[in-house]
């Protein structure tokens, strides 16, 4: 139901974007968020976008670096991802839920996954 692209290799504060198709949804969606997983580490939260108005939530880590926005039209959810660093090489999610328990940076608050796509940053 979920497709990630746009991963791949990038040189130290360089850009990728990454994009997740929603468009294989049977249900609605009502967030949308990214995680990531490093190597021998937890997955862990990114970014998360509310899909009617829009209201967007940042890790920390990624705060003026990263940007999260959705095209209602396309059903496309994507991640612009600026001055990527090598900390930031990890397999990238996607994710949707079609319901909103009032929290957004907690797996526990997704229901539908992508396969992950992974983004390296070489120094």
């Known amino acids: 139901q979920l497709v990630e692209s746009g991963g791949g290799l990038v040189q130290a504060g360089g850009s990728l974007r990454l994009s997740c198709d929603a468009s294989g949804r049977t249900v609605d969606t009502r967030l949308a968020g990214w995680f990531r997983q490093a190597p021998g580490h937890d997955r862990e939260f990114v970014a998360a976008?509310?899909?009617?108005?829009?209201?967007?939530t940042y890790a920390d880590s990624v705060k003026g670096r990263f940007t999260i926005s959705r095209d209602r039209d396309k059903k496309t959810l994507y991640l612009e991802m600026n001055s990527l660093q090598p900390e930031d090489t990890a397999l990238y999610y996607c994710a949707a839920n079609s319901q909103y328990y009032g929290s957004e940076d907690a797996e526990s608050d997704y229901n539908s996954w992508g396969q992950g796509i992974q983004v390296t940053v070489s120094s």
């Open positions: 976008i509310m899909w009617y108005h829009g209201r967007t």
